[in-house]
């Protein structure tokens, strides 16, 4: 595992709590690079919580609840590097620019957030410099070192129950502009599941999630996709296992379809 600081003197993160982002599998020679944004629920100590109660600290508002083991589990089965943040998207989401009113919410579905309420500027501006800026740097670098262009793949996981409504789709295979992977994982999911997975569920690109795969994927020319899952198919650890497997093959399945002629322009 290889990690990038953010500096000696960080007000936001102590020296435990450095790095805000770190590669896992760093020298895989597969053909993806894996993300998982929401990878971790740790809120620095600095900012004493964030005000929010228990629940809402273990809740899927905190992290994307499962995520991170599907993706070391597809980080193994691809050989293919991954980076995760470390800090809690509470924090900051960094799934979104600085720009973004959701970047560091006030208020999560069901939750209050009250360290994010009435941030300044410079509150702000530090947890740019010092989660955001150290994770798309790192993300940048492991792209920028792969041998070849990669495939990017973001992983994420959602909540069964939104706002009081039960959600039935349990995978969504999300895409913004370039749909060629999402496309083709699709077709060969629809022979190798019966499980209800669906294009731009439960999130799509006018909620904003698609930053990722826009900024490091779509603006290089990269292949991409974002795997949404359902969190209560992840809530054993042999759940999470089955998952990723089920994934790698999905993906090395479109993967493949792409190689064909013609299949690789947008």
């Given at each position: 595992?290889?990690?990038?600081?953010?500096?000696?003197?960080?007000?936001?993160?102590?020296?435990?709590?450095?790095?805000?982002?770190?590669?896992?599998?760093?020298?895989?020679?597969?053909?993806?690079?894996?993300?998982?944004?929401?990878?971790?629920?740790?809120?620095?100590?600095?900012?004493?919580?964030?005000?929010?109660?228990?629940?809402?600290?273990?809740?899927?508002?905190?992290?994307?609840?499962?995520?991170?083991?599907?993706?070391?589990?597809?980080?193994?089965?691809?050989?293919?590097?991954?980076?995760?943040?470390?800090?809690?998207?509470?924090?900051?989401?960094?799934?979104?620019?600085?720009?973004?009113?959701?970047?560091?919410?006030?208020?999560?579905?069901?939750?209050?957030i009250p360290g994010n309420e009435g941030l300044?500027?410079?509150?702000?501006?530090?947890?740019?410099?010092?989660?955001?800026?150290?994770?798309?740097?790192?993300?940048?670098?492991?792209?920028?070192?792969?041998?070849?262009?990669?495939?990017?793949?973001?992983?994420?996981?959602?909540?069964?129950?939104?706002?009081?409504?039960?959600?039935?789709?349990?995978?969504?295979?999300?895409?913004?502009?370039?749909?060629?992977?999402?496309?083709?994982?699709?077709?060969?999911?629809?022979?190798?599941?019966?499980?209800?997975?669906?294009?731009?569920?439960?999130?799509?690109?006018?909620?904003?999630?698609?930053?990722?795969?826009?900024?490091?994927?779509?603006?290089?020319?990269?292949?991409?996709?974002?795997?949404?899952?359902?969190?209560?198919?992840?809530?054993?650890?042999?759940?999470?296992?089955?998952?990723?497997?089920?994934?790698?093959?999905?993906?090395?399945?479109?993967?493949?379809?792409?190689?064909?002629?013609?299949?690789?322009?947008?």
């Amino acid at each position: 595992m290889s990690c990038m600081d953010n500096g000696p003197d960080s007000p936001l993160l102590s020296a435990a709590e450095r790095p805000a982002a770190v590669v896992r599998n760093a020298d895989g020679r597969g053909r993806a690079v894996l993300v998982c944004e929401h990878a971790s629920r740790t809120i620095p100590a600095a900012l004493n919580g964030l005000g929010l109660s228990a629940e809402a600290g273990l809740s899927h508002a905190a992290w994307d609840i499962g995520a991170r083991d599907v993706a070391e589990g597809l980080s193994r089965a691809l050989d293919a590097p991954l980076v995760e943040s470390r800090i809690s998207r509470l924090v900051y989401d960094c799934n979104r620019p600085p720009e973004a009113p959701d970047a560091m919410p006030p208020r999560s579905e069901r939750f209050d957030i009250p360290g994010n309420e009435g941030l300044s500027e410079a509150q702000r501006a530090a947890r740019v410099r010092e989660v955001f800026d150290p994770f798309s740097a790192l993300l940048a670098q492991v792209i920028a070192d792969r041998t070849a262009p990669p495939v990017l793949i973001t992983v994420h996981s959602f909540t069964p129950v939104y706002l009081g409504r039960r959600r039935e789709v349990q995978i969504g295979i999300l895409h913004d502009t370039d749909t060629r992977l999402a496309d083709a994982m699709l077709d060969v999911a629809v022979r190798h599941t019966g499980l209800i997975v669906r294009r731009n569920e439960p999130y799509g690109p006018d909620d904003g999630v698609t930053y990722t795969l826009r900024r490091h994927g779509i603006a290089h020319g990269l292949v991409n996709v974002m795997i949404e899952i359902r969190n209560d198919l992840l809530s054993a650890e042999g759940d999470r296992a089955d998952m990723a497997a089920m994934l790698s093959g999905w993906l090395t399945q479109a993967i493949d379809a792409l190689d064909q002629p013609g299949k690789r322009t947008p």
